[in-house]
């Protein structure tokens, strides 16, 4: 896995430096990172989704709402419980 990248080719794969040349560099992600990464897209998208018809539609926003105060509710009583 690779952690960084700069603007000289040159990127760090775990402690040690290496020079990459030309144009073409590949990157490849773990399979964790990029289930991660299609995960939050989707959850993106659900997020964008509810909003849209939320603006248009009282059920879905009272919904949004509650969801959003429960969510609040569980991070409240997951904290006291530690």
Known sequence: M?????TNGRFMNTSKYREEHGENVTISLTGAADAILVWAEMKMLEERRIAELAITNPTVADAAQALKTAEEQLRVVMALVK
Not at 2 to 6: K, L, Q, T
């Open 2 to 6: 690779i952690s960084n990248i700069n």
